[in-house]
């Protein structure tokens, strides 16, 4: 049917990623809308549209957010203004798209195994197609500065062109997959599916991919799997010791030359914006130019992608919507997150070991905003209230 239709366009052009990109405009945001407004209209009309409990957070976050930008106007032009306003609104679209996945599963129009088997087969897509980047983009460097592309070398980073928002969406996955091997629901696809997902995470040479991993390894392990613990910890151990360039860029955080430096700085940065406006923030997603009045971005940066956010979600939501924004934008993960623990039932085993992870990894990186990341993750915590999780 269209609706289902709808949905499997959309999680191919988001995993098809920098390729779905024309001029300044993404398919996957076109997908996601058009989706979710259909999924909307699909389901009203039938009398039968449901909200998640967990969306509320998110969408009064939305409203702050709103604020926020009404209340620093005056700062912008309207080319600056209506960029971040489309910001804003892309952000409701992500939202609204995961409450018509969720209504989806709600009413039977799609199993959650279909659900998992998408997000599997995407992930397993964006490894085989991380190969053939490797062969023909190895480095990143070679590319012209001004597409504001970091300069990796040798690292998978597949359609994203970023192999930490590459790491990150794979772990999403690796959540749900091992949710489903802690209670014994697995076959040669789900195992095979393990392997390769948890392989292509370590090839993206990204830290803060491999601490998400390894926190999800640790509750699940902990909690009800210690078989996979166990597993983790001989593989890391292995892996320490037996490459070299694990020890290297675990080294490397000490390293005055590596990107932890830079990462330092843009944290630096966003607290020193954060608490020049405390209260209402320097509007959603106008950091750039916040940055630009405050000096922080140079001829060298200012065209790099980077420049848009801070190296942290929460960070970057403190910054440009005040400590209120902050606060309900925290506590739309972690209100899932603590009626999950408390529940004592198996099904939110996934939600338990995701969202710390998740919360960990955007400490590093602002991957809460990507569309991939964000709309996955919602997809998961909104659908975690129908008590269908493996």
Same mark, same amino acid.
């Given at each position: 049917?269209?609706?289902?239709?709808?949905?499997?366009?959309?999680?191919?052009?988001?995993?098809?990623?920098?390729?779905?990109?024309?001029?300044?405009?993404?398919?996957?945001?076109?997908?996601?809308?058009?989706?979710?407004?259909?999924? #909307?209209?699909?389901?009203? /009309?039938?009398?039968?549209?449901? +909200? &998640?409990?967990? $969306? !509320? =957070?998110?969408?009064?976050? *939305?409203?702050?957010?709103?604020?926020?930008?009404?209340?620093?106007?005056?700062?912008?032009?309207?080319?600056?203004?209506?960029?971040?306003?489309?910001?804003?609104?892309?952000?409701?679209?992500?939202?609204?798209?995961?409450?018509?996945?969720?209504?989806?599963?709600?009413?039977?129009?799609?199993?959650?195994?279909?659900?998992?088997?998408?997000?599997?087969?995407?992930?397993?897509? #964006?490894?085989?197609?991380? /190969?053939?980047?490797?062969?023909? +983009? &190895?480095?990143? $460097? !070679? =590319?012209?500065?001004?597409? *504001?592309?970091?300069?990796?070398?040798?690292?998978?980073?597949?359609?994203?062109?970023?192999?930490?928002?590459?790491?990150?969406?794979?772990?999403?996955?690796?959540?749900?997959?091992?949710?489903?091997?802690?209670?014994?629901?697995?076959?040669?696809?789900?195992?095979?599916?393990?392997?390769?997902?948890?392989?292509?995470?370590?090839?993206?040479?990204?830290?803060?991919?491999?601490?998400?991993?390894?926190?999800?390894?640790?509750?699940?392990?902990? +909690?009800?799997?210690?078989?996979? =613990?166990?597993?983790?910890?001989?593989?890391?151990?292995?892996?320490?010791?037996?490459?070299?360039?694990?020890?290297?860029?675990?080294?490397?955080?000490?390293?005055?030359?590596?990107?932890?430096?830079?990462?330092?700085?843009?944290?630096?940065?966003?607290?020193?914006?954060?608490?020049?406006?405390?209260?209402?923030?320097?509007?959603?997603?106008?950091?750039?130019?916040?940055?630009?009045?405050?000096?922080?971005?140079?001829?060298?940066?200012?065209?790099?992608?980077?420049?848009?956010?801070?190296?942290?979600?929460? =960070?970057?939501?403190?910054?440009?919507?005040?400590?209120?924004?902050?606060?309900?934008?925290?506590?739309?993960?972690?209100?899932?997150?603590?009626?999950?623990?408390?529940?004592?039932?198996?099904?939110?085993?996934?939600?338990?070991?995701?969202?710390?992870?998740?919360?960990?990894?955007?400490?590093?990186?602002?991957?809460?905003?990507?569309?991939?990341?964000?709309?996955?993750?919602?997809?998961?915590?909104?659908?975690?209230?129908?008590?269908?999780?493996?």
């Amino acid at each position: 049917m269209a609706l289902k239709f709808l949905y499997y366009l959309l999680l191919t052009l988001l995993s098809l990623g920098q390729l779905s990109r024309v001029g300044n405009f993404y398919l996957f945001d076109l997908a996601a809308a058009v989706f979710g407004l259909y999924s #909307l209209f699909y389901f009203l /009309v039938r009398g039968n549209l449901k +909200l &998640p409990r967990y $969306s !509320v =957070l998110f969408f009064i976050f *939305g409203l702050l957010a709103g604020a926020s930008l009404i209340f620093n106007a005056y700062k912008y032009g309207e080319g600056e203004l209506g960029t971040a306003l489309f910001y804003l609104l892309r952000y409701l679209v992500y939202v609204l798209a995961a409450i018509g996945v969720y209504n989806m599963l709600r009413s039977g129009t799609m199993s959650f195994k279909d659900l998992e088997k998408s997000l599997i087969v995407s992930a397993l897509f #964006l490894c085989f197609a991380g /190969v053939f980047q490797l062969v023909v +983009l &190895p480095d990143f $460097s !070679v =590319l012209d500065p001004s597409l *504001g592309w970091d300069p990796h070398k040798n690292r998978v980073a597949s359609t994203f062109f970023d192999p930490n928002f590459l790491g990150a969406y794979l772990v999403v996955v690796a959540a749900v997959i091992f949710g489903k091997i802690s209670e014994g629901k697995r076959n040669s696809f789900i195992t095979f599916s393990a392997v390769i997902i948890a392989f292509f995470v370590f090839l993206t040479f990204s830290r803060s991919a491999w601490g998400m991993m390894a926190v999800v390894i640790f509750i699940i392990g902990a +909690l009800k799997y210690r078989k996979l =613990l166990v597993l983790g910890l001989i593989v890391a151990f292995l892996t320490y010791f037996l490459v070299p360039r694990v020890q290297t860029r675990i080294s490397g955080v000490t390293d005055p030359a590596d990107s932890a430096r830079f990462r330092l700085v843009s944290w630096t940065n966003a607290l020193k914006i954060s608490s020049d406006n405390l209260l209402m923030g320097v509007g959603f997603n106008a950091y750039r130019y916040a940055q630009k009045e405050y000096g922080f971005l140079t001829p060298d940066n200012i065209s790099s992608r980077s420049g848009a956010g801070a190296d942290s979600s929460l =960070l970057f939501v403190l910054a440009t919507t005040g400590v209120f924004g902050a606060l309900i934008y925290a506590a739309a993960y972690l209100f899932p997150l603590a009626e999950n623990i408390f529940s004592g039932r198996k099904e939110r085993l996934v939600i338990v070991s995701l969202v710390p992870a998740l919360l960990l990894e955007s400490f590093f990186v602002n991957s809460l905003f990507y569309p991939q990341i964000m709309f996955a993750a919602m997809v998961i915590i909104f659908s975690s209230s129908l008590d269908i999780l493996p």
